[in-house]
């Protein structure tokens, strides 16, 4: 399978553990981004990779996470000090270097994070 | 602050049936527009629109821009209970990185 691929597929953590996820991004793709998706809204983004270097990050990304991408390839996203709100899906995508019209992004199957 | 409206938020059909889902966006340096169908899972490109008035078609999906009024419309003709999915579309600007989405119309197509 040559899509983009997350895990775990699903974590279940007690408040105030650390958690940390990983994205695969499609081989070829030098932009990967993270985005959270909670029940009955469409994804928010979180912040972005070009190649190695994080370009962005959005408000909602608190000091408790913090997301890599050591060598361009692979990213982990990690939560520390877990809380009840940060349940949601977590769902990586990536994309070529937008030329022309190509912003299309492709996401992965997402982290499903429950903090009870 | 940049803005995405879906609507209707949720609709329910009779297979065959054909549907129209809304989009309108306030964002700022606009330069696309695109569709997504999400599943239990990760959500599937559908369309991207960056000119106003071009169609773009895919078997029985059919989406079209309006830069003018700041909406677009994702058609879908003679619905299959396969179709039933949330539809999100997302707002893009010049930069290219965030993706800025509705909430979303979820659909569901019935026998």
């Known amino acids: 399978d040559t899509g983009v691929s997350q895990n775990p597929r699903h974590k279940i953590t007690k408040r105030g553990q650390n958690v940390t996820f990983r994205c695969d991004p499609i081989?070829?793709?030098?932009?990967l981004y993270w985005y959270r998706q909670t029940l009955g809204q469409g994804p928010e983004f979180l912040t972005y990779f070009q190649n190695e270097a994080q370009l962005e990050k959005s408000r909602l990304l608190s000091d408790r996470f913090s997301a890599e991408r050591p060598k361009g390839s692979f990213s982990t996203l990690e939560i520390q000090r877990t809380e009840q709100g940060d349940s949601a899906m977590y769902l990586c995508?990536?994309?070529?270097?937008?030329?022309?019209?190509?912003?299309?992004?492709?996401f992965g199957p997402g982290t499903r994070l429950t903090v009870t | 602050e940049d803005k995405v409206v879906q609507s209707p938020l949720s609709l329910v059909v009779h297979e065959g049936d054909t549907v129209t889902l809304n989009c309108s966006y306030e964002v700022t340096n606009f330069r696309s527009l695109l569709w997504y169908k999400q599943e239990k899972k990760a959500p599937t490109f559908l369309f991207m629109l960056t000119s106003s008035g071009i169609e773009k078609k895919s078997g029985r999906l059919s989406s079209i821009l309006d830069k003018k009024e700041l909406f677009s419309i994702l058609n879908i003709t003679a619905t299959q209970t396969g179709d039933s999915a949330i539809y999100l579309c997302?707002?893009?600007?010049?930069?290219?990185?965030?993706?800025?989405f509705g909430k979303g119309t979820s659909l569901l197509v019935t026998p």
């Open positions: 997302a707002g893009v600007t010049n930069s290219g990185y965030a993706l800025n």
């Open positions: 995508a990536s994309s070529r270097t937008p030329r022309t019209d190509e912003y299309e992004q492709y």
């Open positions: 081989s070829e793709h030098n932009r």
